[in-house]
């Protein structure tokens, strides 16, 4: 079973700056994508961004040109640097890792875009 847990939410102004990590708990050579999700209070879980074993990376048009992900395979560890945040981000952000043996959740961490 691998564990994800994520990291680095908090309250931040409008136009300020976050950086979530997502660490694994074991090293996985064969996974498919990692991506970001969030859950906003009263909404469905909506996908973020992805970035795939051979390191393409996809964002959704709500957060591109403000949000980049990007990761560390040594040590198994996802990033989504966030910058101009908005209110409208705020959220419990959460880590997928997506593998042969089926998809790992991470526990999520709490976003908070206000002044």
């Known amino acids: 079973q691998v564990h994800l847990v994520e990291s680095g939410g908090g309250l931040v102004q409008p136009g300020g700056s976050l950086r979530l990590s997502c660490a694994a708990s074991e090293s996985i050579d064969n996974y498919y994508s990692m991506d970001w999700y969030r859950q906003a209070p009263g909404k469905q879980r909506e996908w973020v961004s992805q970035?795939?074993?051979?390191?393409?990376?996809d964002y959704a048009d709500a957060v591109k040109g403000r949000f980049t992900i990007s990761r560390d395979d040594a040590k198994m560890t996802m990033f989504l640097q966030m910058n101009s945040l908005k209110p409208e981000d705020t959220a419990v952000y959460y880590c997928?890792?997506?593998?042969?043996?089926?998809?790992?959740w991470g526990q999520g961490t709490q976003v908070t875009v206000s002044s």
């Open positions: 970035i795939n074993r051979g390191g393409i990376t």
């Open positions: 997928k890792l997506s593998t042969p043996r089926g998809p790992y």
